[in-house]
């Protein structure tokens, strides 16, 4: 991970690192076993550095913290929620194209 505004987070640290934060943090909830997870890394990374400061991005492995991906009735990976003071603000499913991300964080941030 390039950036220090990407981190992981699993079921001990998500209510705070992620329901508490003021800064919008946007959940990708994958697995080590996801290509198309491997596939948005990059995309993260960029996004990451863009958003400085408006956004952070936290990586919560599914296999690790099923009790919050069932929570958040995630289905599949890769799943992107957006978080901000404790409220989703929005979601999407699957890999897609760093413009996708854009306008859906750009709807939001």
Known sequence: MA???????????????????ETPVLVD??????GPCRMVAP???ELAGEYDGRLRIAKLDVDHAQD?????GVQG?????????GEILG???GA????????FLN???
């Open 96 to 103: 897609a194209p760093k413009m996708r991300f854009e306008a």
């Open 3 to 21: 950036s220090e505004q990407i981190f992981n987070v699993d079921s001990q640290s998500f209510e705070d690192q992620v329901l508490g934060s």
């Open 107 to 109: 709807d939001h941030v």
């Open 91 to 93: 979601r999407m499913t």
């Open 68 to 72: 919050v991906a069932v929570r958040y």
């Open 29 to 34: 909830f994958w697995a080590t076993w996801c």
């Open 43 to 45: 995309i993260l990374d």
């Open 77 to 85: 990976i890769p799943h992107f929620i957006l978080f901000k003071d």
